[in-house]
């Protein structure tokens, strides 16, 4: 794991968005068993690649094996189980639900940018609160993170510059660098990491209410996110 980059202020000045990245940041899979990457060894074909098709087609597992492997002739009842019990066993890290209500009542505008495989996004949506302005997954728009076109989809729903994000999620690759590489602001959520905390890192979501909320210039409120925030009603855009 590379070094905290003291050098590259992890939050600008004035965050308008927050956006959160998924599992390992928001949500977790109790009962994790891989059915993709057994779907890849079964097919005998390249992991990374067919798991960027995964995350970017719209593809039930039956299309997706057959676009990897033309004519395969496997049985997938396993791996849908397994999809099942991941999908099942998800749940939120502890904190998730006060500190999504901290940063909402704070006034920012929250979002979702996620690289996710399509069974996964109803149980998303029905394990976190109705908070978010804006849902992102890779599988709807054709781009995972770190590639700048997903978070270009990002600013331009919610009409804004990048420098006005804050991107926090658990992979410093797709999560930190990736942001960061279009303009973005970004921390890195390391929960491995217990209380330590470094100049762009936290270790759970309270790290970032403690950030964000009225504590420090750096990390005050934004009077324009205030005023965006003021008497909306949330209504997550696909």
Do not use: W
């Not at 087609?57 to 849908?80: C, F, H, K, T, Y």
């Not at 804050?166 to 921390?187: F, T």
């Not at 929960?191 to 403690?210: K, P």
Request: charged share 25%.
């Amino acid at each position: 794991m590379p070094p905290d980059d003291d050098t590259n202020p992890p939050i600008g000045p004035r965050p308008i968005v927050v956006a959160l990245d998924v599992f390992g940041t928001l949500l977790h899979i109790r009962d994790k068993r891989r059915p993709y990457q057994a779907l890849f060894v079964a097919l005998g074909v390249d992991g990374a690649a067919a798991a960027r098709v995964a995350m970017t087609q719209n593809l039930p597992v039956e299309e997706l094996a057959a676009r990897l492997r033309p004519g395969a002739d496997i049985d997938l009842s396993e791996i849908r189980a397994g999809i099942q019990a991941e999908v099942d066993s998800v749940e939120p890290f502890p904190e998730v639900a006060p500190s999504l209500e901290a940063l909402t009542q704070a006034g920012f505008r929250l979002a979702l940018v996620s690289n996710l495989a399509p069974p996964y996004a109803r149980v998303v949506l029905e394990k976190l609160p109705p908070v978010f302005e804006a849902t992102v997954f890779s599988f709807e728009v054709g781009s995972v993170k770190p590639e700048p076109a997903i978070y270009e989809v990002l600013c331009k729903r919610l009409n804004v510059a990048p420098s006005q994000v804050l991107m926090v999620g658990d992979r410093r690759r797709d999560d930190v660098d990736g942001a960061r590489s279009l303009g973005m602001s970004a921390l890195h959520l390391d929960r491995s990491r217990g209380s330590s905390a470094g100049a762009d890192r936290i270790s759970d979501l309270t790290g970032l209410v403690d950030r964000l909320c009225d504590r420090g210039a750096t990390g005050s409120v934004p009077t324009s996110a205030r005023a965006h925030n003021a008497g909306r009603k949330v209504t997550p855009q696909p």
